[in-house]
C-alpha cells in the first residue's frame, strides 16, 4: 500500500473512527485506512457487564444525528438483525451496552477499510504524505486521524501494586476476579464504579464491598434538557471560542452532566443496601464513604490496607485505614498522545501542555496546511465536556470529513 497515497489513514477503531469511516463510505472516491492492533472489534470488554446501559439516546450511534438514512444506523441494525419490533415492545429505558456493542460489532463487519491485527508502530511525515507503519506494511495517506481513545489513570499510590488484587475496572470482566468471601473496596465514585458495585452486589458472594469517593456524595449525572444542551454542535462551537481559563471552570461546573451517576444505578444500589440491612439480616455489607481519599497502599498480594483521609466526615464513622482482598479502580480516563507519535510530536503546537486542537479538530502544528492531523476524543480541554461523549460523535465526523473534502459534504 505504500506506493498508493490515501486520503487519510486512521488509527484505532472505536467508535470515534469507526463513525468517520462509516460516513466515509457514502462518499464516491475517498479512499482510507483505519488501523486497530486487536485483532477483532469489542467496546470495552472489561466492563461490558449485562446489566449496564448507554447514558445518551440510542439515535446518538455512529451516523444517525448527520446522516438518519444511513445503512449504519442504530435502528438499521435492529431491522436487519430481525428484532426491530421486539426492541419496541421491550421497552427498554436505555439501549444495553453489550446490544450496542453488538451493534458496533455488525457495522465493524461491513466496512470493508478496517484492518485489526494491524498495530501501529511509527508515524512520519515526508514527501508530502503521513507513512504510517505497522510490523507487516506501510500505509500512506495525505491526512493523519488519531482515535486511539483514553488512557486509564491509575492514581500514583496505587501504580506499585497494580496486579491481579489491584487493577483499573477497565480489566474487571477480564480478569473476572473470585470475590467469594473476599472483601472487595471500590475506588471512585463515577458511573464505572457505580456500575461495578450494583454488579457485586447483585450478583456476587463477596464478604463485603465498599465504596470510596473523593466526592462530597454518590452524585446523579445532570440529565436535564438544558444540560443536554451542553452537548450540541452550537454550544460546542460556542465552548471552542472561549478563552483557556475560562473553559477550565466551565468543565468543572459542567462535571456532573457526563461524570456524574445515571440515577436508576443509584436505586438499584441503595435498594440493595436496603434489602441486605432489613432483608437478607447482613447489615454493613455494603458501605459508602463519601468525601474519602486514599493516600497510601500498602500489603499485598492477597490483603491490602487503603490509607484514607476524610475532609469532612459529615458524621460517618471514618476509619483510618480499609482492609481489603480486591482493589478496583474506578479512577478514570485520560488523553494521552500515542507512542507512534514520537517523531511528531515535537512539531504539535501547544499551549500550556495541552495541545492547540483547530475548529476542524486537526492539530496545530509546523507542517503543511494542506496535510492534517486529526485528534478524536482527546480535546475535552479543547471543545468541551461533549468531546469523550458519545453525543457528538457522528457530528465531529462529519466535521473532519468536511475539512478533508474542503467543501460541505455533511450539513454540520
Same mark, same amino acid.
Given at each position: 500500500?505504500?506506493?498508493?497515497?490515501?486520503?487519510?489513514?486512521? @488509527?484505532?477503531?472505536?467508535?470515534?473512527?469507526?463513525?468517520?469511516?462509516?460516513?466515509?463510505?457514502?462518499?464516491? !472516491?475517498?479512499?482510507?485506512?483505519?488501523?486497530?492492533?486487536?485483532?477483532?472489534?469489542?467496546?470495552?470488554?472489561? =466492563?461490558?457487564? $449485562?446489566?449496564?446501559?448507554?447514558?445518551?439516546?440510542?439515535?446518538?450511534?455512529?451516523?444517525? &444525528?448527520?446522516?438518519?438514512?444511513?445503512?449504519?444506523?442504530?435502528?438499521?441494525?435492529?431491522?436487519? /438483525?430481525?428484532?426491530?419490533?421486539?426492541?419496541?415492545?421491550?421497552?427498554?429505558?436505555?439501549?444495553?451496552?453489550?446490544?450496542?456493542?453488538?451493534?458496533?460489532?455488525?457495522?465493524?463487519?461491513? *466496512?470493508?477499510?478496517?484492518?485489526?491485527? %494491524?498495530?501501529?508502530?511509527? @508515524?512520519?511525515?515526508?514527501?508530502?504524505?503521513?507513512?504510517?507503519?505497522?510490523?507487516?506494511?506501510?500505509?500512506?495517506?495525505?491526512?493523519?486521524?488519531?482515535? /486511539?481513545? +483514553?488512557?486509564?489513570?491509575?492514581?500514583?499510590?496505587?501504580?506499585?501494586?497494580?496486579?491481579?488484587?489491584?487493577?483499573?475496572?477497565?480489566?474487571?470482566?477480564?480478569?473476572?476476579?473470585?470475590?467469594?468471601?473476599?472483601?472487595?473496596?471500590?475506588?471512585?465514585?463515577?458511573?464505572?464504579? %457505580?456500575?461495578?458495585?450494583?454488579?457485586?452486589?447483585?450478583?456476587?458472594?463477596?464478604?463485603?464491598? /465498599?465504596?470510596?469517593?473523593?466526592?462530597?456524595?454518590?452524585?446523579?449525572?445532570?440529565?436535564?434538557?438544558?444540560?443536554?444542551?451542553?452537548?450540541?454542535?452550537?454550544?460546542?462551537?460556542?465552548?471552542?471560542?472561549?478563552?483557556?481559563?475560562?473553559?477550565?471552570? &466551565?468543565?468543572?461546573?459542567?462535571?456532573?452532566?457526563?461524570?456524574?451517576? #445515571? +440515577?436508576?444505578? +443509584?436505586?438499584?444500589?441503595?435498594? +440493595?443496601?436496603?434489602?441486605?440491612?432489613?432483608?437478607?439480616?447482613?447489615? !454493613?455489607?455494603?458501605?459508602?464513604?463519601? #468525601?474519602?481519599?486514599?493516600?497510601?497502599?500498602?500489603?499485598?498480594?492477597?490483603?491490602?490496607?487503603?490509607?484514607?483521609?476524610?475532609?469532612?466526615?459529615?458524621?460517618?464513622?471514618?476509619?483510618?485505614?480499609?482492609?481489603?482482598?480486591?482493589?478496583?479502580?474506578?479512577?478514570?480516563?485520560?488523553?494521552?498522545?500515542?507512542?507512534?507519535?514520537?517523531?511528531?510530536?515535537?512539531?504539535?503546537?501547544?499551549? #500550556?501542555?495541552?495541545?492547540?486542537?483547530?475548529?476542524?479538530?486537526?492539530?496545530?502544528?509546523?507542517?503543511?496546511?494542506?496535510?492534517?492531523?486529526? =485528534?478524536?476524543?482527546?480535546?475535552?480541554?479543547?471543545?468541551?465536556?461533549?468531546? $469523550?461523549?458519545?453525543?457528538?460523535?457522528?457530528?465531529?465526523?462529519?466535521?473532519? *470529513?468536511?475539512?478533508?473534502?474542503?467543501?460541505?459534504?455533511?450539513?454540520?
Amino acid at each position: 500500500m505504500s506506493d498508493h497515497i490515501l486520503d487519510y489513514a486512521a @488509527v484505532g477503531v472505536g467508535p470515534a473512527n469507526m463513525s468517520l469511516a462509516a460516513l466515509a463510505h457514502r462518499i464516491d !472516491g475517498l479512499q482510507g485506512a483505519c488501523l486497530e492492533r486487536r485483532e477483532s472489534f469489542s467496546w470495552h470488554p472489561g =466492563l461490558l457487564l $449485562p446489566e449496564a446501559t448507554l447514558q445518551v439516546s440510542l439515535l446518538k450511534d455512529l451516523v444517525t &444525528l448527520v446522516d438518519p438514512t444511513s445503512p449504519f444506523s442504530f435502528l438499521s441494525f435492529l431491522s436487519t /438483525t430481525g428484532r426491530l419490533y421486539r426492541f419496541l415492545a421491550a421497552d427498554f429505558p436505555a439501549v444495553l451496552r453489550t446490544e450496542f456493542n453488538q451493534y458496533l460489532q455488525w457495522v465493524a463487519g461491513q *466496512l470493508p477499510n478496517l484492518t485489526f491485527g %494491524a498495530d501501529v508502530r511509527t @508515524v512520519d511525515f515526508h514527501g508530502g504524505a503521513f507513512h504510517v507503519r505497522t510490523d507487516e506494511s506501510e500505509v500512506t495517506a495525505r491526512h493523519l486521524v488519531l482515535g /486511539t481513545g +483514553l488512557t486509564p489513570s491509575v492514581p500514583e499510590p496505587f501504580r506499585p501494586f497494580l496486579g491481579p488484587t489491584v487493577f483499573h475496572s477497565g480489566e474487571f470482566l477480564l480478569r473476572a476476579p473470585d470475590v467469594t468471601g473476599r472483601r472487595v473496596v471500590v475506588v471512585g465514585g463515577g458511573q464505572s464504579g %457505580a456500575e461495578i458495585v450494583r454488579h457485586l452486589a447483585t450478583n456476587s458472594p463477596a464478604h463485603s464491598i /465498599t465504596w470510596a469517593s473523593r466526592r462530597q456524595s454518590f452524585l446523579p449525572m445532570d440529565d436535564s434538557p438544558f444540560a443536554n444542551d451542553l452537548y450540541s454542535p452550537e454550544y460546542v462551537r460556542h465552548f471552542h471560542g472561549l478563552p483557556a481559563d475560562r473553559k477550565a471552570r &466551565l468543565l468543572e461546573r459542567q462535571k456532573y452532566t457526563s461524570d456524574g451517576i #445515571d +440515577l436508576q444505578v +443509584l436505586q438499584d444500589i441503595y435498594r +440493595l443496601s436496603y434489602r441486605d440491612e432489613f432483608i437478607e439480616n447482613t447489615p !454493613g455489607r455494603l458501605r459508602f464513604l463519601p #468525601d474519602c481519599r486514599v493516600t497510601a497502599l500498602e500489603g499485598g498480594p492477597d490483603e491490602w490496607k487503603l490509607f484514607t483521609d476524610f475532609t469532612d466526615s459529615s458524621g460517618l464513622d471514618a476509619p483510618a485505614a480499609l482492609a481489603a482482598d480486591i482493589v478496583i479502580l474506578c479512577t478514570g480516563y485520560a488523553y494521552e498522545l500515542p507512542e507512534f507519535m514520537a517523531s511528531l510530536a515535537p512539531r504539535l503546537r501547544r499551549t #500550556d501542555g495541552l495541545l492547540d486542537v483547530r475548529d476542524d479538530f486537526s492539530l496545530a502544528w509546523d507542517g503543511p496546511s494542506e496535510n492534517r492531523i486529526y =485528534l478524536q476524543n482527546g480535546a475535552r480541554h479543547s471543545w468541551g465536556v461533549a468531546d $469523550p461523549n458519545l453525543s457528538l460523535l457522528a457530528w465531529r465526523s462529519a466535521v473532519i *470529513l468536511n475539512s478533508m473534502l474542503g467543501e460541505t459534504r455533511y450539513t454540520v
